[in-house]
């Protein structure tokens, strides 16, 4: 918890999955608090009073350093910023939050909305109206804050925090090993036909459920694929909305290790497929692992 003096003094400003309690001080994703230090933090209750606007560097040096403060102002605030990037789990060259205007200051891009706290007598303190707040440079509306999950699946907080980049990377290599699958077996059409005469009972139908399913699957993993490659803000949420198309997909072609039995063996192809069946639900677990916050993010 830090102190700070916004001009705003009772409220939360949210933005994405992200908000400001200015009450007590805390920067929180999804719910969850998020360790971050007191400069970065004022910093962000500057940028996020006037978002869309330039904040220059200056405006910045006298917020965070008095006049007679001796300090290498361009090292540390650029220090400072890094910081507030990480917390927010930005890129300064493919910014969604902070935008760097070289030479002259930063620009909050996203959305905010600020919600003022008022407290009536005999009740607790309620939230008032939602001020309106400007949208971003490239017009794009407010993003809906995520739900909470619930589900009988694993949860948010049931998963350790790990670095989104190396959540990034297993994840895509997931739809690469997806994509694959799918471009060699319709690559080699022939070949998986006289392998399904062998293996099944009816291999016409098999045989067209098999395309059918790849080619509803080839445009899902190429989305995945640009999305995980241009850190799409909000994958999470979105896989988590495909996941009941996706899943049952992955099932289907967990089975794929069988075609194979001839050259590999039935027990082989039986533990491929048990360990492919688990994969829909590693891909949702490790996306929850990197919404967390980590613990050096501040």
């Known amino acids: 918890m830090v102190s700070m003096s916004p001009t705003r003094t009772n409220g939360i400003f949210r933005f994405g999955a992200y908000e400001v309690d200015l009450g007590s001080g805390e920067l929180r994703k999804s719910g969850l608090r998020l360790r971050v230090q007191e400069q970065p933090f004022q910093v962000l209750l500057v940028l996020l009073e006037r978002p869309s606007e330039v904040v220059t560097r200056e405006e910045l040096r006298q917020k965070l350093w008095p006049a007679d403060t001796f300090v290498d102002f361009d090292h540390s605030l650029n220090t400072v910023i890094n910081k507030l990037r990480e917390a927010l789990s930005d890129s300064a060259s493919n910014p969604r939050f902070i935008e760097t205007l070289a030479r002259r200051g930063y620009r909050f891009l996203a959305p905010v909305e600020f919600v003022e706290k008022q407290t009536v007598p005999g009740r607790p303190p309620a939230a008032s109206l939602i001020v309106a707040a400007p949208v971003n440079i490239s017009g794009e509306p407010a993003s809906p ?101 996706t899943f049952p997909l992955d099932e289907l072609w967990a089975l794929s290790p069988f075609l194979l039995a001839p050259q590999i063996g039935v027990g082989l192809a039986l533990a491929a497929t048990a360990a492919l069946i688990y994969v829909p639900f590693a891909q949702r677990t490790l996306l929850l692992m990197g919404d967390r916050p980590h613990a050096d993010s501040a």
């Open 145 to 245: 804050r995520p739900p909470s999950t619930i589900s009988v699946l694993t949860r948010p907080e049931d998963v350790p925090a790990v670095r989104r980049k190396y959540v990034r990377v297993l994840f895509l290599l997931i739809q690469i090993m997806y994509l694959s699958f799918y471009v060699a077996a319709l690559a080699r059409l022939t070949r998986v036909h006289e392998l399904l005469e062998q293996t099944v009972s009816y291999p016409s139908w098999a045989m067209t459920l098999l395309v059918i399913s790849a080619v509803i699957a080839l445009p899902i993993r190429l989305y995945l694929i640009s999305a995980v490659t241009f850190d799409l803000s909000g994958l999470s949420h979105k896989f988590h909305r495909l996941f009941t198309v």
